[in-house]
């Protein structure tokens, strides 16, 4: 391609999608280089949006076999069709990523299918799986390349009886027993379809809690929820060696501290210890870009040492999320055209799609006692909030922590239904820097989920109304 571009975006994920398409809203000619063959990045094609179709889909199969009676709605001769529910995951993830083709043309950002990699200063070459490469000039390359899952030494997953979240999301059929190596956020989500479906759930966490990056009243409260659902949970052990069999896969395991080793026989093992960022074949180290400890190195604005090389998403420090990625990618290009950017690190939610909903913002209670800050805790149970009964999810609570002196809101954990959608509010709040009177005196519509919130607000103050 003769003419320059503006900018070059190395993957189509959410990060790279996004920022491309808000470069060309800003008047830069803009590219954007994505070797799946389809938009969308792991986030659309094999993470974040199957697995919540799935989840969505098992939960409403669980729900007609066991709650539906209770409200009266009687369901006979129900019955799991496993390759439809597949199928159907399969449609919306093939309508959103020709959605983000039909943005990119409406937005005139070039879409360019290949292995991308930087080869001098201002050159990428985008490389087909036919070998067949394009070359393209820039003034500014932005590495959005995200992440893939991380290995655990010595265990070959071949996505069939030991797979990544990859292969657990299109298993052909129910497994009778899985095993999930790591109590995260992904392990959890495709262990809780799974479950629902039919399957015998192991979770083996290295560490002595789930969700170790959440609250831990959060933590705990989850386990004891999944326990109840059926999961069996192995803390503090670890995963030594895996071996496929005729009849599914065996697992060594023994105490993360050290003691006797012991066998768990499975159908299937999913390994998801966590995610590590992509840079392979980038060529980041030719160009002299500075790495730290497997990340790309960048400052403030998002500029690696490399002049006119950038960076964001997983590939960079912080939380590997994919709205943070979009926000990254967004603030990127407004700086790289001259505007001003931010992004409130503090202020960006994370959630885990199981049901109960885990939703958390800002510091951990355990964060707040580690720095020493002096903080009030309000709680509201949904036990006691009258839409949660209604609809059949009172189980969980919202949870607020504010500064003791100034009452501004520190942090806010959420366990129970919509938790996701509801921690919005409270991030938009400490945006602002609001206290918890400052919810506690915005009016809540009744009967709604979001009455919670209010009431865990003015619980900060210690004059929750419905407790």
Do not use: N, Y
């Given at each position: 391609m003769s003419d320059a571009y503006d900018l070059v975006v190395i993957g189509g994920g959410p990060g790279g999608y996004v920022a491309a398409i808000r470069a060309a809203q800003l008047g830069m000619k803009t590219a954007c280089v994505e070797m799946r063959g389809s938009l969308g990045g792991t986030c659309l094609n094999v993470g974040c949006i199957p697995s919540k179709h799935l989840l969505h889909a098992s939960h409403a199969y669980e729900e007609a076999g066991h709650a539906f009676a209770n409200l009266g709605v009687k369901v006979s001769g129900l019955e799991l069709d496993l390759k439809q529910m597949l199928k159907s995951k399969d449609e919306v993830v093939d309508g959103l990523t020709s959605g983000i083709e039909f943005l990119f043309k409406k937005n005139k950002v070039d879409y360019v299918i290949g292995r991308g990699s930087i080869k001098g200063a201002g050159t990428i070459i985008a490389t087909a799986d036919d070998g067949k490469e394009t070359t393209l000039k820039t003034k500014n390359i932005l590495i959005a390349t995200g992440s893939e899952t991380t290995p655990l030494p010595?265990?070959?997953?071949?996505?069939?009886?030991?797979?990544?979240?990859?292969?657990?999301?299109?298993?052909?059929?129910?497994?009778?027993?899985?095993?999930?190596?790591?109590?995260?956020?992904?392990?959890?989500?495709?262990?809780?379809?799974?479950?629902?479906?039919?399957?015998?759930?192991?979770?083996?966490?290295?560490?002595?809690?789930?969700?170790?990056?959440?609250?831990?009243?959060?933590?705990?409260?989850?386990?004891?929820?999944?326990?109840?659902?059926?999961?069996?949970?192995?803390?503090?052990?670890?995963?030594?060696?895996?071996?496929?069999?005729?009849?599914?896969?065996?697992?060594?395991?023994e105490p993360a501290k050290g003691g006797d080793a012991e066998d768990i026989k499975a159908d299937v093992a999913l390994v998801a210890i966590g995610r590590r960022p992509y840079t392979e074949g980038l060529g980041l180290e030719e160009a002299g870009v500075e790495m730290d400890r497997g990340k790309v190195k960048i400052d403030s604005h998002y500029r690696t040492n490399v002049a006119g090389i950038w960076a964001i998403g997983d590939v960079v420090d912080g939380p590997m999320l994919a709205h943070k990625a979009e926000d990254e990618g967004s603030v990127a290009v407004e700086i790289m055209a001259g505007q001003a950017g931010h992004i409130d690190y503090d202020c960006i939610p994370s959630v885990v799609y199981t049901w109960p909903e885990v939703a958390s913002v800002g510091r951990t209670e355990e964060q707040l006692k580690e720095q020493g800050i002096a903080y009030k805790v309000g709680k509201f149970p949904f036990q006691a909030n009258s839409r949660a009964r209604a609809s059949g999810g009172g189980e969980g609570f919202v949870k607020i922590l504010a500064e003791a002196e100034t009452d501004q809101v520190l942090g806010a954990h959420i366990i129970g239904p919509d938790a996701g959608t509801l921690i919005a509010e409270i991030a938009l709040g400490m945006e602002f820097g609001a206290s918890s009177e400052d919810i506690a005196r915005t009016c809540h519509a009744h009967p709604t989920l979001n009455e919670a919130v209010k009431e865990a607000a003015l619980a900060v103050d210690g004059r929750a109304l419905h407790m």
């Open positions: 010595g265990i070959e997953i071949d996505e069939k009886k030991i797979v990544s979240s990859t292969g657990a999301l299109d298993l052909p059929k129910v497994p009778k027993k899985m095993v999930i190596i790591g109590g995260g956020v992904i392990g959890l989500e495709l262990g809780v379809v799974w479950r629902r479906l039919g399957a015998e759930v192991e979770v083996v966490e290295f560490l002595d809690r789930i969700l170790p990056t959440m609250d831990l009243e959060l933590g705990k409260h989850m386990q004891r929820s999944l326990k109840k659902a059926g999961f069996t949970f192995r803390l503090s052990t670890k995963v030594t060696a895996a071996k496929t069999t005729r009849g599914g896969v065996t697992l060594t395991v």
